[in-house]
C-alpha cells in the first residue's frame, strides 16, 4: 500500500510543481520547508517511544545527512547567484550616483 502511495505522490508532485506560480515560489518555498520540517518532527516524536533506539538512531542520522545534503546544495545555489547579485546591485548603485 505505501509504495504504490509513494508512486503515486511521485507522479502528483510533478503535476504540482508545474502548477506553481513563479510569482508566489518564494513564499511557497519557505512555507513547505518549514512545514516539512514540523511534519517529520511530529511524525518523529508521536512514534519513537514505539521503536527500538537503534531505528531511532538510524532515523535521525539518515535526516541529519539529508539535511548536510540541502543545506550543501543550497550554498552552491547561493553562489551561483552572488555574482548576479553583484552586478545588479552595482549597477543600481552606479545609476543613483549619476
Not at 509504495?3 to 513563479?22: A, C, G, V
Not at 539529508?66 to 552586478?87: C, F, H, Y
Amino acid at each position: 500500500m505505501f509504495t504504490n502511495f509513494q508512486h503515486r505522490w511521485s507522479f502528483m508532485r510533478k503535476i504540482f510543481i508545474e502548477l506553481i506560480d513563479p510569482e508566489n515560489l518564494a513564499s511557497f518555498f519557505v512555507d513547505n520547508s518549514n512545514r516539512q520540517f514540523q511534519l517529520a518532527r511530529e511524525i518523529f516524536e508521536s512514534k519513537a517511544s514505539k521503536i527500538p533506539e537503534r531505528d531511532i538512531e538510524y532515523m535521525l542520522k539518515e535526516y541529519a545527512l539529508g539535511l548536510e545534503r540541502q543545506l550543501s546544495w543550497t550554498n552552491v545555489k547561493i553562489d551561483e547567484i552572488k555574482p548576479r547579485l553583484m552586478a545588479t546591485t552595482t549597477r543600481r548603485k552606479g545609476a543613483k550616483m549619476q
